[in-house]
């Protein structure tokens, strides 16, 4: 098996390999995750006037396989907050465990103390830090979105711990497909309403159903707005093949 | 040196049901000068009235910064205070750090409600001898929280605790509607200041040097106010007649040589080994070993 997390580290490259990965022997950091299995690939983040709109595909991959067709790789928190995930779906379950453990303990509190975008963000930011700190990453890249004090807010975050904010997000391969088209389409149109962020966030995922060989047509759509969160049913779109036959070597 | 057989230790009961080293911590509040905490719709403030030893010593610390959303003014031993206190900023830091935003008032009380409430059961140990007017904004508005040494905690529109303090509460009763309609925190800091000025003996009067004030709200982060801007306020309070002679304050319950002086003639220094030690160093220089300032 490959070798997922391989720096030039002394410290790591020292670490006794058992089957081909590290080890999680007595005095060694753990290694769970360090050849994630199945994995969801780009979800994409669109910012829109008075509201964000997530977006991703519902397929996990095992390896190049596509092994699962229905899985869903979006959260809604609250009514202001949700979450989609790509990378590891095990960690991302993990994760999800984290979520409702702390939303429950809020719950319990009775205080009308609860996740905004901006809370989430930065505590995922510390998980995610805090993992990777002991050699022992999840595997996985957010984008946090909703309304924080109803301002649109939407928050990416690595497997690394690396945070930022931005008006449009994609992880993954999307950043190489999707992101400089949502860059120019925000461009043209930085005043967004909703239908356009819907249209525009549908149109990446499609960019990428024809260039990423682990993405489908399958997808689901999550939308905050003022008057709440919504994680939509998953749709299906239809791929319009027409001009692969021009693609050289296609056939 | 013990007042019964029942007070020993903090865990044992007296046969009429109460725990009297808790109420001696209790006690300990009262010897502490006297801290006021009022709030309005949108702000909550706290003002002290600070110690000094001697003219050439400073004033002792009575009101501490826990966080940009909430502080603390103390009443009882300062050491215990600056224990809490280093607690208190600790849990907040961490909140932030965690969550990018301000901890919430009842959670920060929650927390030091546990801290606190375990000195109160197990035998090593004593309970904490501070009492604490809690100021603070958050998603639910000002508040005003009191923390006893007990570890119970009440929510609070106004409240003082202190050396008497109970004249500061008549106050409070009498001005409730008036000072949580206030419109301005001015208004809402004056009738701290008038509170408090009714727990000063007669021959004192308020000034900058002798009161702290502090001030937090919505889109005010908190703020221990300057001598100057304390004077500004102050200058209308005092010229404002007081309110009537209290009578003559009968004894606490503890040891006069503990007591608040409630007149100009202090006591002689009292004599070493009973509450406050004195100690010489190597460079024949005396220092009080304990003195309830705070």
């Known amino acids: 098996m490959a070798k997922r997390y391989d720096i030039n580290s002394a410290l790591l490259r020292d670490l006794p390999l058992i089957n081909g990965s590290h080890s999680s022997a007595v005095g060694q950091p753990k290694a769970h995750t360090q050849s994630p299995s199945v994995s969801g690939t780009a979800v994409i983040g669109v910012a829109f006037k008075g509201g964000i709109v997530l977006a991703a595909d519902t397929v996990g991959s095992y390896g190049t396989l596509c092994k699962l067709r229905t899985i869903p790789r979006l959260l809604r928190v609250n009514k202001s907050t949700v979450l989609a995930m790509s990378g590891d779906y095990a960690d991302f379950q993990y994760i999800e465990q984290l979520i409702a453990k702390k939303t429950m303990q809020d719950f319990c509190s009775d205080d009308g103390y609860e996740w905004t975008p901006k809370s989430l963000h930065s505590w995922l930011t510390r998980i995610l830090y805090n993992a990777r700190s002991k050699f022992d990453p999840l595997w996985n890249s957010y984008v946090v979105g909703g309304l924080e004090d109803g301002v649109p807010y939407l928050g990416g975050l690595t497997m690394l711990g690396i945070s930022y904010t931005a008006p449009y997000m994609a992880t993954g391969f999307g950043r190489f497909i999707a992101q400089p088209f949502l860059a120019d389409q925000l461009e043209k149109n930085p005043e967004m309403d909703e239908a356009a962020a819907r249209e525009v966030a549908i149109h990446s995922l499609r960019l990428l159903y024809y260039r990423n060989r682990e993405s489908s047509n399958k997808y689901q759509l999550t939308v905050v707005t003022k008057d709440g969160s919504v994680l939509e049913p998953i749709k299906e779109f239809e791929g319009v093949w027409d001009t692969a036959l021009m693609i050289r070597g296609y056939d | ?294």
């Not at chain 2, 020993?8 to 009961?13: A, H, L, Y």
């Not at chain 2, 502080?71 to 909140?95: K, M």
């Open chain 2, 1 to 294: 040196m013990f007042r019964n057989q029942y007070d020993n230790d903090v865990t044992v009961w007296s046969p009429q049901g109460r725990l009297h080293q808790i109420e001696y911590a209790m006690e300990a509040v009262k010897q502490g000068s006297a801290v006021v905490g009022m709030k309005n719709a949108t702000h909550a403030v706290v003002a002290a009235v600070k110690r000094t030893p001697s003219e050439l010593a400073s004033y002792q610390k009575k009101i501490f910064a826990i966080d940009e959303h909430c502080g603390v003014g103390i009443a009882g031993l300062t050491a215990d205070a600056r224990n809490i206190n280093n607690f208190l900023q600790t849990e907040c830091l961490n909140h932030r750090y965690a969550f990018s935003r301000p901890m919430p008032l009842n959670r920060l009380v929650g927390t030091l409600g546990n801290k606190m409430q375990v000195t109160t059961q197990q035998e090593s140990g004593r309970p904490y001898g501070v009492g604490l007017l809690m100021i603070g904004f958050d998603h639910k508005g000002p508040h005003l929280i009191q923390i006893d040494p007990s570890a119970n905690h009440y929510e609070c529109k106004g409240m003082s605790i202190g050396a008497r303090s109970q004249s500061a509460r008549t106050y409070l009763e009498k001005h409730l509607d008036e000072y949580l309609g206030a419109q301005s925190v001015e208004d809402l800091v004056r009738h701290a200041l008038r509170a408090l000025r009714d727990t000063l003996a007669n021959d004192q009067e308020l000034s900058s040097k002798l009161i702290s004030v502090a001030v937090v709200g919505k889109d005010h982060p908190f703020q221990v106010y300057d001598d100057e801007v304390v004077q500004e306020l102050i200058s209308v309070v005092v010229k404002e007649p007081r309110a009537a002679v209290r009578p003559a304050q009968s004894g606490f319950a503890l040891d006069a040589d503990l007591m608040e002086d409630d007149d100009t003639n202090r006591p002689p220094p009292p004599e070493p080994g009973v509450s406050v030690a004195t100690a010489v160093d190597q460079h024949g220089r005396t220092e009080a070993g304990y003195s309830p300032s705070g």
